[in-house]
């Protein structure tokens, strides 16, 4: 080697070590920004991946959820659909605007993570949701979900990395993958709305009216039948509450405990609807025709009024009622107000239902929402919040029983007055003492209840008519549970105070075979009205009678995702608490369902 090839290798290095010097930290991020692309094509790419995202979420998932499970609400389609629209779009418009602000490959990463939380989100909701639990107040053991969580998150992330690795090696294959994956979800979803809206079995509910709470403690001074039917409370349940609570039996002298006690459905509904009119729910004709003909073929309620008494019920409307020109003329309480939503509140609600959806599992805790807080979205025409809007509520039923307490009115024949009480039924949000709870339980909730009803019977005394009322303690339904078939007996709570009873006895008990049936015909009977048409009451029943008893029950399917699959009808010979007298004599597919709504088949 020469003196100048030697001298020309340091030279050669030193170019090198030029060439590998590291970019600075604005050379970098000039480059993150770099576009060459005109502004147009990357605001076709923002607008279809930001709308994909926000018509999935808030316009397609809200609609969907509506449409099928329409009987749950009490307010209406069209308060819906244009605040939910807008919520949509703006959210489009939001993500579009921050798309286009950004350029290079920060624009493509903002728009593949949009991109991605969509696709993930819409399988989630098509193929990996489960069971979501049934949002009527259960609670979710989400501490046992662990394992299915870890799983549902990594299948998550590998769905979502796809469109990462897809950017990294071809961006123009990437650019039309995200343009037409999301403008295939847009397509897809609205013709699935279509189909939706064309076939949904809607309910009125833009005029459905309410019940109003503004004389609820007020009673006649004669005559009063008061019912108080506290949910889900089985003939156990309050047993156990009697055991833990010993004041509460000790306060029911009068009272006859009947231990053989039949219901009539499985859930609320249709059992509330046919306890109040005896008319069946074979479930093979919409709901909503249901409803309609439960309250005009009914007699019970128009029996009363056309007696000459009043009719007060505080219920759940979309369980129990659906539109209240099913009851004019029936039920007095009835509001007048122009009732609207609040539309806050409604939105707040029902992006929480749709994201409790398309979330991972993981989230879903974040977004678990009771659907019975649904009604207190309704507002009457002044704008104060549900201030004249039955709602179940035991805590505030409790609260303002003890604030204002029983009041008279100054005439009349005489009052039906039907209370339907949380009890048994979750969430468990009030204590023993009735007041408000978050730890509680069925028997604290039960027990708070019952001791409500002691502080109303005090009041009755306090009025002096509580010789002249009777009181009647019961339930819709046992326990229940998404199952195919029953497990064990579903008996239910029944106490029984009659007018003029003797209350210096204390609680006794009876054995008489009973349903919703007989309990109907007592309420009539305790009016004096004939009422041959609605069979033996209460009192008629002797205990050694020979009665055949029925009871319907929706069976799921055999994944526990629909709850009213089947219709099950069981026949019942002797004790209602021994399971072994319970047989099945029919079973038959639900054509209509009510808590699956948007699988009508």
């Given amino acids: 080697m020469n003196q100048d090839e030697f001298n020309s290798v340091p030279a050669e290095t030193e170019n090198k070590k030029t060439k590998k010097k590291k970019a600075t930290f604005g050379e970098l991020l000039r480059d993150l920004f770099k576009d060459k692309r005109p502004w147009y094509k990357r605001l076709i790419t923002a607008v279809l991946a930001a709308f994909a995202f926000s018509y999935t979420l808030y316009i397609f998932g809200i609609y969907e959820i509506y449409i099928t499970n329409a009987s749950f609400y009490t307010f209406s389609f069209d308060d819906l659909k244009i605040p939910a629209l807008l919520l949509g779009l703006s959210v489009t418009l939001i993500l579009t605007g921050v798309l286009m602000l950004l350029r290079g490959k920060i624009f493509n990463y903002f728009t593949t993570v949009i991109f991605s939380i969509t696709v993930c989100s819409y399988i989630q909701c098509n193929f990996l949701n489960h069971s979501l639990g049934a949002l009527d107040g259960t609670a979710i053991a989400w501490e046992t979900m662990s394992g299915s969580m870890f799983l549902n998150l990594f299948i998550w992330a590998l769905i979502f990395l796809v469109p990462f690795i897809v950017l990294y090696f071809n961006k123009k294959f990437w650019r039309r993958m995200v343009c037409f994956v999301s403008a295939l979800l847009i397509l897809m979803q609205s013709a699935g709305l279509v189909k939706l809206y064309v076939e949904g079995d809607f309910f009125d509910v833009s005029s459905n009216g309410y019940l109003s709470n503004s004389t609820i403690y007020e009673v006649s001074p004669k005559n009063n039948v008061v019912v108080f039917l506290i949910d889900r409370c089985g003939f156990n349940t309050m047993e156990k509450v009697f055991k833990e609570y010993p004041d509460i039996p000790r306060g029911l002298d009068g009272f006859t405990d009947y231990d053989n006690v039949l219901g009539s459905y499985s859930r609320t509904f249709p059992s509330v609807c046919y306890f109040l009119t005896g008319v069946k729910c074979d479930y093979d004709i919409p709901i909503g025709e249901y409803f309609k003909k439960a309250w005009d073929e009914g007699t019970l309620l128009p029996d009363i009024k056309n007696a000459g008494f009043d009719t007060k019920v505080y219920t759940e409307v979309n369980y129990v009622i659906k539109n209240t020109d099913n009851v004019v003329g029936k039920i007095d309480n009835v509001g007048q107000k122009i009732k609207k939503a609040d539309v806050r509140s409604m939105l707040d ?253």
């Avoid at 993981?362 to 709602?391: H, N, V």
């Avoid at 048409?533 to 055949?548: K, L, N, Q, S």
């Fill in 349 to 601: 609600s029902m992006v929480d239902l749709s994201l409790y959806r398309y979330m991972p599992t993981a989230l879903k805790p974040f977004f678990w929402c009771y659907t019975g807080d649904l009604e207190r979205i309704s507002t009457t025409g002044d704008g104060t919040f549900t201030s004249d809007i039955y709602a179940t509520n035991d805590p505030n039923f409790c609260q303002n029983l003890r604030e204002d307490g029983v009041t008279q009115k100054l005439e009349g024949e005489g009052s039906f007055i039907f209370y339907h009480m949380r009890g048994a039924h979750e969430p468990y949000q009030m204590d023993a003492d009735g007041n408000k709870s978050q730890t509680s339980d069925e028997f604290q909730q039960t027990a708070g209840d019952m001791r409500a009803i002691l502080f109303y019977i005090e009041e009755l005394k306090r009025l002096g008519i509580y010789d002249d009322t009777t009181i009647i303690i019961t339930a819709d339904h046992g326990v229940t549970g998404t199952v195919e078939k029953l497990g064990d007996m579903r008996s239910i709570t029944l106490l029984v105070k009659p007018k003029g009873a003797d209350t210096t006895k204390h609680l006794k008990y009876n054995s008489a075979p009973l349903t919703h049936d007989n309990i109907r015909a007592y309420i009539a009977k305790s009016f004096g009205i004939d009422y041959s048409a609605y069979g033996p009451a209460i009192d008629d029943v002797e205990e050694d009678a020979d009665v055949t008893r029925h009871f319907y029950m929706s069976g799921c399917d055999k994944l526990h995702l629909h709850r009213d699959t089947n219709l099950i009808t069981y026949e019942i010979k002797g004790d209602v608490k021994d399971f072994d007298n319970w047989t099945i004599i029919d079973e038959k597919e639900i054509e209509y369902p009510f808590y699956d709504a948007g699988n009508k088949r």
